[in-house]
């Protein structure tokens, strides 16, 4: 059983655009974000659908460190409920623990956005206060969910028309970006495209900053990395007058 407001929102997402509910999904959840990531690319995966900065800034999180819940769940195709990320082995995701408690998360909720075996994304709920979903949160949580998927398999690719709707990311997805940027450092360090990539976290988050402005720095010629094994070693190219 569902609730009457989790089947408005259920019969919205039926139609031609991604509707503007990504915030009463996640009222009605009782949760303080909701995000959609579609992809299964080394890299990461693409923000499709949100309802506000801190779900997008929790996934930038996980983008950036490259682990977490959320990349959990789209590699086991499971659902990955963590309840109270204060109580999690600080081994399981170190870094993740830090940085998400600064980011005053304390519960995450990674579901599969899945047909069979094949995972397309994942729907990641967050909340500042930690607890279980109730057994009806839950229920209405799966059919989101099974919706959500449909959703994305209709779309056929992550290039939606960001512009014309305000619970969508912007339009230039950070893939793109990422890929351009972890291509142009392989080639300046002379290293393979799995150690440039390790080399743009590895800065992202020893200067506080998301993997996708990184990139975007890397690719404008603003910041280059320096063939030099401590990844701490780079230089920022000043902007020309």
Request: charged share 20%; proline share 6%.
């Amino acid at each position: 059983m569902i609730s009457d407001r989790m089947a408005e929102v259920l019969r919205l997402l039926q139609t031609e655009e991604w509707p503007d509910v990504a915030a009463d999904a996640a009222e009605l959840l009782a949760v303080d974000g909701i995000a959609v990531s579609a992809g299964n690319a080394p890299g990461g995966t693409e923000i499709l659908w949100s309802s506000g900065s801190l779900a997008r800034d929790f996934e930038d999180l996980q983008l950036t460190l490259g682990y977490g819940p959320g990349p959990d769940c789209l590699a086991d195709g499971i659902a990955v409920r963590v309840p109270d990320l204060g109580r999690v082995r600080e081994d399981r995701w170190p870094a993740l623990l830090i940085e998400g408690s600064a980011l005053n998360v304390r519960a995450v909720f990674c579901f599969p956005l899945h047909i069979g075996a094949i995972t397309l994304g994942v729907l990641t709920l967050v909340r500042r206060t930690p607890g279980h979903l109730t057994p009806l949160q839950g229920d209405d949580v799966n059919v989101l969910a099974v919706a959500l998927t449909k959703r994305v398999l209709d779309l056929g690719s992550p290039l939606l028309s960001a512009a014309e709707n305000q619970d969508l990311v912007a339009p230039v997805l950070h893939q793109a970006v990422l890929h351009q940027a972890t291509g142009m450092v392989s080639v300046q360090l002379s290293v393979t495209l799995a150690e440039a990539l390790l080399r743009l976290r590895a800065y992202a988050y020893g200067n506080s900053r998301t993997l996708t402005d990184t990139a975007r720095d890397v690719v404008d010629r603003r910041l280059r990395l320096e063939p030099d094994p401590h990844p701490t070693n780079v230089t920022e190219d000043e902007d020309e007058d």
